[in-house]
């Protein structure tokens, strides 16, 4: 059965980049047919996908986070990564990893890692 | 992009009783990209239903979707108190719908 566990600071300072790492247990990062992907929630707010990324390292983003976003993926290591930068207190919120199926689901999700920002 | 708004924004049932949740599309999205997911407070979500109307594997046969074009919909037959949850639609290129609270009345 497949398991994800975000890791990665609690909190971060404004303007500055927050950067989390997803480590995959019981499925291959390096999977044909699935892709990964990071999801957020702000506190007592709505789910908002940030974007994924396939094991070839190709990316997806969600457009009003493009410019801001990075994503990478280390198949030795079973892990993908998140890295947003120049965050406000608006980027607050619970972030999640899940693997997203070849057909646009997320059919496995982490517990989920709260950042706050803050000075 | 595509805009998913769910109606109502909560629902008040009691055990025992069916629950309607709807999701309607700003355009007609294929029927093989919209999912639903269930959120019990401090959980991460849990997918239900892909492609409209499929279950995941494990849920029960209470939970239902339907739809097609902009118009889709969950329906729990006769809910249990562990179904009283936050649920989203979802579909692709990946947006979320805005959620319904489902709640004890």
């Known amino acids: 059965q497949v398991q994800l566990q975000e890791s990665g600071p609690g909190l971060v300072k404004p303007s500055r980049t927050l950067s989390l790492t997803c480590t995959v247990s019981?499925?291959?990062?390096?999977?044909?047919?699935?892709?990964w992907s990071w999801i957020r929630q702000p506190p007592g707010k709505g789910l908002e996908w940030i974007g994924s990324?396939?094991?070839?390292?190709?990316?997806s983003y969600n457009p009003s986070l493009k410019s801001r976003v990075s994503m990478s993926i280390d198949t030795s290591k079973n892990q993908f990564s998140l890295n947003l930068d120049s965050v406000t207190a608006a980027d607050t919120a619970v972030y999640f990893c899940?693997?997203?199926?070849?057909?646009?689901?997320?059919?496995?999700w982490g517990q989920g890692s709260l950042v706050t920002v803050s000075s | 992009e595509v805009v998913l708004t769910q109606s109502p924004g909560t629902l008040s049932l009691s055990p025992g009783e069916r629950a309607t949740l709807s999701c309607k599309a700003s355009?007609?999205?294929?029927?093989?990209?919209l999912a639903w997911y269930q959120q019990r407070p401090g959980q991460a979500p849990r997918l239900l239903i892909s492609?409209?109307?499929t279950r995941a594997t494990g849920i029960p046969d209470r939970f239902s979707g339907s739809g097609s074009g902009t118009d889709f919909t969950l329906t729990i037959s006769r809910l249990e108190p562990e179904d009283f949850a936050v649920y989203y639609c979802?579909?692709?290129?990946?947006?979320f719908g805005g959620g319904t609270k489902v709640e004890i009345k």
């Open positions: 899940a693997r997203e199926t070849w057909n646009h689901f997320f059919d496995s």
């Open positions: 019981g499925d291959s990062i390096s999977s044909f047919s699935e892709y």
């Open positions: 990324i396939y094991y070839s390292g190709a990316t």
């Open positions: 355009q007609s999205i294929r029927s093989t990209y």
């Open positions: 492609a409209t109307s």
């Open positions: 979802q579909q692709f290129p990946v947006t």
